[in-house]
């Protein structure tokens, strides 16, 4: 175990992480009706690629940081889960690109994912915890929540809306790269949806600005900038390997420590800017 460079762990999840959504010629989806839902072309050939692109993590840092217009100034943004843009347009801004969402968000009741307008604005990309095999069949037997039937769901509501699904091969290759780069062994869960969306983003983009993923001086227990509601393990993880993810994002920033401490805002380069 050597400890990589910046830019050498910037190639490793260049070369070894390959960005995908599912397609409908993909086995076992192509036989079922699932497949005339899904989109025909993979997410990296339908949209992009952006010049610049913020990421907007929800952490409770984000409260006070008047990083709105900042925010708003990129050509992308993209937002996780259910966190909203309305009333707290002063720190996170008002524009919304893509949306990337958890299966758990989908599923449960309370997010009321089919009806509410939160889910209406830009494109949703949605993954769901897939087995280590990232076997699609086994997958579809077994998802954590039930993603392909509420994907089904709200893509007879929304027809028009562009709406993808990870392949989740992309969560675990992420995962290794962790794993193989951290001298602990860290758990078998797949990365957050703030280091799945970062890695997107950086196939759509020349440069991504992560905001409050590495947590600024205004670091708090309060877990999202939308809820009153604190525990650090939303900062640091629980089921997600977020410390790990945090620390690899650290050393692959070409931004300085102190845009980090005073915005919370971190530089990563586009896959198309660097040779490896
Ligand atoms: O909290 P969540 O993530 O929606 O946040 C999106 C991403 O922002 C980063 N984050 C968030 C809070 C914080 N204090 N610091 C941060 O760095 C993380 O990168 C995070 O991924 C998820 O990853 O999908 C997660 O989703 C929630 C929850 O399912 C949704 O918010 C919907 O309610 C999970 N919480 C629970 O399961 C209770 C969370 O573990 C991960």
Redesign the pocket.
């Known amino acids: 175990h050597s400890k990589l460079s910046g830019p050498e762990l910037l190639c490793q999840i260049k070369e070894m992480v390959q960005i995908a959504t599912l397609t409908p010629d993909m086995k076992p989806f192509s036989g079922l009706p699932l497949a005339s839902q899904l989109p025909p072309r993979q997410i990296t050939a339908d949209i992009g690629p952006f010049k610049t692109c913020a990421v907007v993590?929800?952490?409770?840092?984000l409260k006070n940081s008047g990083l709105g217009k900042e925010i708003d100034a990129h050509d992308a943004v993209m937002r996780?889960?259910?966190?909203p843009t309305t009333g707290f347009e002063k720190d996170v801004g008002s524009k919304t690109t893509v949306r990337l969402i958890?299966s758990?968000?989908m599923a449960?009741e309370d997010?009321h994912f089919l009806s509410s307008s939160l889910y209406s604005a830009g494109i949703l990309v949605s993954w769901d915890p897939g087995p280590y095999s990232s076997d699609l069949q086994e997958w579809f037997n077994k998802t954590d929540y039930p993603i392909f039937k509420q994907y089904q769901r709200y893509r007879r509501l929304h027809p028009q809306q562009p709406f993808y699904i990870l392949h989740p091969r992309m969560e675990w290759q992420l995962w290794q790269r962790i794993q193989d780069n951290m001298m602990e062994t860290i758990q078998k869960n797949p990365p957050?949806?703030?280091?799945l969306g970062t890695v997107l983003m950086m196939s759509l983009c020349e440069v991504v600005h992560v905001y409050?993923?590495l947590?600024s001086r205004r670091k708090t227990e309060?877990?999202?900038y939308y809820q009153r509601f604190s525990d650090a393990a939303?900062?640091l993880g629980?089921?997600?390997p977020?410390l790990y993810?945090?620390n690899l994002v650290k050393r692959m920033n070409k931004g300085s420590n102190r845009d980090i401490y005073t915005h919370g805002r971190v530089m990563l380069p586009g896959f198309t800017t660097f040779n490896c």
């Open positions: 993590s929800s952490a409770g840092s996780f889960n259910a966190a958890n758990q968000v449960s997010h957050s949806s703030g280091l409050e993923f947590p309060l877990c999202h939303c900062t629980a089921y997600h977020l993810e945090k």
